[in-house]
């Protein structure tokens, strides 16, 4: 168990669809972020959430949105799905100095 | 402004030999520095960590590195190679005690020719 928490871990829709990916990041960390992993792209980070506010934007396209909750858990909406939106979504949560520590991640296949 | 490059995009060797993956970076901060290894269709886990410490760092399953500011340089080695260290290995660089800019290397493929 990482700490950090990933649901689902796999996930397969159609093009056009609306996804939600579910991130609970490890106790006592305020900060989350949003990674996407494919093939042709490597990894990028996408969004950064400290203490429920965005703190940083990186890759992130416009169909996708994100949240962090009071609780300190954070979702990632996935909208207007696209054939090359088919990735590995990586969540991290992290603590100075400790390095961030990733969650197994949510493998969304849009076909 | 930070940045990672990781020299080489693939290292093949062969098991029981050393294994160097080298990383430069940039960073107008203090920087901490980390080294990950994905295996396939896994998660990122954290090798070892550099954090303004001790300028060589011991990571787990035989990884080290040393932080060189001179040469700006943070390579990752282990004395022998095991079939199980093959796997992706990403450097990263942070800013100070700020998480506001990670950023990845573009990563480097570990083979291990038995």
């Known amino acids: 168990d990482s700490g950090v928490t990933q649901t689902p871990k796999h996930l397969i829709t159609a093009t056009g669809q609306r996804v939600t990916l579910r991130c609970s990041p490890r106790?006592?960390?305020?900060?989350v972020y949003w990674y996407q992993q494919s093939l042709d792209q490597g990894l990028q980070f996408l969004i950064q959430?400290?203490?429920?506010?965005?703190?940083a934007k990186g890759n992130i396209l416009e169909r996708f949105s994100a949240q962090q909750f009071p609780d300190l858990h954070s979702e990632l909406n996935l909208s207007s799905l696209e054939l090359g939106d088919s990735a590995l979504y990586f969540c991290?949560?992290?603590?100075?100095?400790?390095?961030?520590?990733f969650g197994q991640g949510t493998r969304l296949t849009v076909v | 402004a930070q940045s990672v490059t990781q020299l080489d995009s693939h290292v093949s060797v062969s098991e029981g030999t050393p294994v160097l993956l080298r990383c430069n970076y940039s960073s107008s901060y203090s920087p901490s520095l980390f080294w990950y290894v994905q295996h396939p269709n896994k998660g990122l886990q954290l090798l070892l960590k550099?954090?303004?410490?001790?300028?060589l760092v011991k990571g787990i399953n035989g990884f080290e590195a040393e932080f060189k500011k001179s040469e700006t340089s943070f390579h990752l080695t282990k004395p022998s190679a095991h079939m199980s260290d093959a796997a992706e290995y990403f450097c990263v660089v942070s800013g100070g005690t700020s998480y506001d800019k990670v950023i990845f290397g573009p990563g480097t493929s570990l083979s291990v020719i038995p």
């Open positions: 106790s006592g960390d305020l900060s």
């Open positions: 550099y954090t303004s410490a001790a300028t």
């Open positions: 959430y400290y203490n429920g506010e965005e703190r």
């Open positions: 991290a949560s992290s603590v100075v100095s400790q390095g961030i520590l």
